[in-house]
């Protein structure tokens, strides 16, 4: 996992925005057409981190990665919890992440059926997975956190 960031910093409204992508194992999720804010998807994954811990996904070991990714649409709260939500960057995508292990995090995303912008890397329909350790994610975004803070730090 990483998250490649253009240095191109702005200032708007009290939040800092600029462009960048999320990269799981080799695919690219979001855009660079638009500035976004990187606190809104260390906060989302931050989230997501501590909802899923709370819930027991153990019945998803016998449910393909197609089941697993329709629960979004459920109206079971636990499954609901599993939404990654990373910021409007990411509405193209239906995301999950759920842990596999305590230490091992599963992801899936599906490309929606009308994104707003053009993913060429991207078929539709199909569904992406990822098993990341935990300690890479941590650290991940720790690292892209104390990248921020060292722009707000530089940019009084």
């Not at 996992?1 to 462009?19: E, F, K, R, S």
Request: one cysteine or more; hydrophobic letters at 40%.
């Amino acid at each position: 996992i990483a998250i490649d960031v253009v240095p191109n910093l702005d200032h708007v409204n009290g939040i800092y925005l600029c462009n960048f992508l999320l990269h799981i194992n080799g695919k690219s999720l979001g855009q660079l057409e638009q500035q976004s804010s990187l606190g809104v998807l260390i906060n989302g994954f931050e989230k997501g981190l501590a909802r899923a811990s709370l819930i027991n996904i153990k019945h998803f070991e016998i449910l393909s990665d197609e089941q697993i990714l329709s629960t979004l649409n459920d109206d079971d709260l636990d499954y609901y919890l599993l939404r990654l939500s990373l910021g409007d960057d990411f509405d193209d995508f239906s995301m999950m992440l759920y842990y596999k292990t305590a230490e091992i995090i599963r992801i899936l995303w599906q490309l929606s059926d009308s994104p707003f912008f053009d993913y060429t890397s991207y078929e539709k329909g199909l569904i992406y997975s990822a098993e990341l350790n935990l300690s890479d994610v941590v650290s991940c975004l720790e690292a892209t956190k104390y990248w921020l803070k060292q722009q707000y730090i530089f940019n009084l």
